[in-house]
């Protein structure tokens, strides 16, 4: 494969690096190796701004469909080097889910980006000797196979952490490891209906709705990499690892916000309520006069009232109900005639200018072509464009967050299934007649 021509852009302008390096913020467990393992040959080698900052870490990425991968992702992003590991013979199914380009994946392509691909049956017992091995030398494991399967593996945490007393081991199911429906099939569509998040979605007299998109795998992947630097952190201190236990079902509860206070204290239940708030309005989408939807939200009463004077209603201002944001919401039917009934006849364009004016809030609903030409999206780099020796120039959500003097970056796109697996077995001190018998045995 030819090499693409240059490393990503990073994610933000970042100050020149000084001259010495600064110090990751997490030490990696001290049988690693001190370098930096070197990306595939195919790949851009460097980092372009600064050394990041959990450059020395190592990642094991068990994981599949998709917090856990999607967590390790984000840890590679910032320099760890994640190694993924795939059974030889069944790939990691997000190479097949989704549309394909000339028969590649493209969902794979930025879930597995800044990851080495390995292969290895972990039911074999060269398989379990191999990832034992790997463990030694391993900061972070993140798995989310069904509780106890790594046990019947000889792989659960007595085992591992017995190899390396300083790895974190992170655990991504459905329901956690433990409680009655702890062994049950768990994905992220079932913690959006559990966490309540189906119930409050939709029109009022419509069904509960489900997102078309992995919401919950996402927001349990933001958590699970929070929990990790957690972890991490307590290892400076303690020296020892530990097990990170997240189900999935409690990150997007967490992100419901109040409802289990709202409901202990008052015994209420949030309603479905369309694109209605309880808490403010007006809150909606509006169509504006060339067609166009656009979303306003007033969740500051300087806004709301900044709003209904630019909408020429301020005489509203002054009704007693106008005052908080929650009898405001009781009065959502005079507030969005008002307010949809001005946008009904300007255009967008002229909406949002004069909303900008007004310094009120409000945006045109995107679909992925309008998110794709933003000016905004591009000046922030939020969509940015990764090499790809497979499929030539990609365009994909870039880093999370942007650093100041340590930026991530995406160094290459996902790689094919098990495109490393004879650089990270020989790293790990495997002679070619060991990997070759790992081979003949179906354990890689």
Known sequence: MTPPPSPTTPASPASPASPASPTPPVSPTPSASAAPVPP????????????????????????????????????????????????????????????????????????GRNKRTLTLDLSTPGGRDTLLRLAATTDVLIENFRPGTLEKWGLGWPELSTANPRLVMARITGFGQFGPYAHRPGFGTIAEAMSGFAAVTGEPDGPPTLPPFGLADSVAALATSYAVMTALAARGTTGRGQVVDMAIIEPIL??????????????????????????????????????????????????????????????LIDEPWFAEGTTRADHADVLDEAVGGWIARHTADEAVTAF?????????????????????????????EVPDPELGPLRMQNVLFRLSETPGAIRWAGRPHGADTDAVLRELGLSPDEIDALRAEGAV
Do not use: C
């Not at 390790?72 to 989704?98: I, Q, T, W």
């Not at 419901?256 to 369309?274: E, H, I, M, N």
């Open 40 to 111: 595939p040959s195919s790949v851009p080698a460097a980092f372009p701004v600064a050394a990041p900052p959990l450059e020395g870490l190592r990642v094991l990425d068990l994981a599949t469909l998709f917090a856990g991968p999607l967590a390790a992702m984000m840890l590679g992003d910032f320099g760890a080097d994640v190694v993924k590991v795939e059974h030889p013979r069944r790939p990691d199914p997000s190479r097949g889910h989704g549309p394909a380009k000339d028969g590649v994946g493209l969902w794979w392509k930025q879930l």
């Open 254 to 315: 967490m992100a419901l916000g109040p409802q289990p206070l709202w409901y202990d204290q008052l015994g209420y239940v949030q309603p479905r309520t369309g694109n209605r708030s309880r808490n403010n309005a007006p809150r909606n989408i509006y169509r504006s006069a060339d067609g166009r939807w656009l979303a306003v939200s007033t969740s500051a009463q300087s806004v709301a009232e900044r709003v209904m004077r630019l909408v020429g209603r301020p005489e």
């Open 356 to 384: 900008e004016k007004a310094e009120a809030a409000i945006a045109p609903v995107h679909d992925v072509r309008d998110v794709m030409e933003d000016p905004q999206y591009r000046a922030l780099d939020t969509v940015t």
